[in-house]
């Protein structure tokens, strides 16, 4: 969902918890909800169970995104990101080794 999503995806509220955020509209659609007609929040109202209309849990299943949400062209193993950073940061040192060489 993330890879598919666009900054275009996110719905700003507060009727999850209280606290406005980002969510992505897949998620919302996906519990059941219909992101473009939300209640209101109140602070005496907030229920976690999204609602108490579904079976669906703001904690699990209702995602939260970043703006940078369409920046997000891939989904890789983390054993694959980890490893290109460990390279990017040994070359960066080498190159910094031989700049302060010269």
Same mark, same amino acid.
């Given at each position: 969902?993330?890879?598919? =999503?666009?900054?275009?995806?996110?719905?700003?509220?507060?009727?999850?918890?209280?606290?406005?955020? /980002?969510?992505?509209?897949? =998620?919302?659609?996906? =519990?059941? *909800?219909?992101?473009?007609?939300?209640?209101?929040?109140?602070?005496?109202?907030?229920?976690? !169970? =999204?609602?108490?209309?579904?079976? +669906?849990?703001?904690?699990?299943?209702?995602?939260? !995104?970043? /703006?940078?949400?369409?920046?997000?062209?891939?989904? #890789?193993?983390? +054993?694959?990101?980890?490893? #290109? *950073? +460990? /390279?990017?940061?040994?070359? +960066?040192?080498?190159? *910094?080794?031989? @700049? *302060? @060489?010269?």
């Amino acid at each position: 969902m993330i890879e598919d =999503s666009t900054a275009t995806d996110i719905v700003y509220t507060d009727v999850f918890t209280g606290r406005h955020g /980002n969510y992505l509209r897949g =998620s919302i659609e996906a =519990s059941g *909800l219909d992101p473009d007609t939300l209640p209101d929040s109140h602070p005496t109202t907030i229920d976690f !169970t =999204s609602g108490g209309k579904i079976e +669906a849990k703001v904690w699990r299943d209702i995602r939260g !995104t970043g /703006n940078r949400v369409g920046g997000v062209d891939e989904v #890789r193993p983390t +054993a694959d990101v980890v490893e #290109r *950073l +460990a /390279n990017e940061y040994k070359h +960066a040192g080498e190159q *910094l080794t031989q @700049a *302060l @060489a010269r």
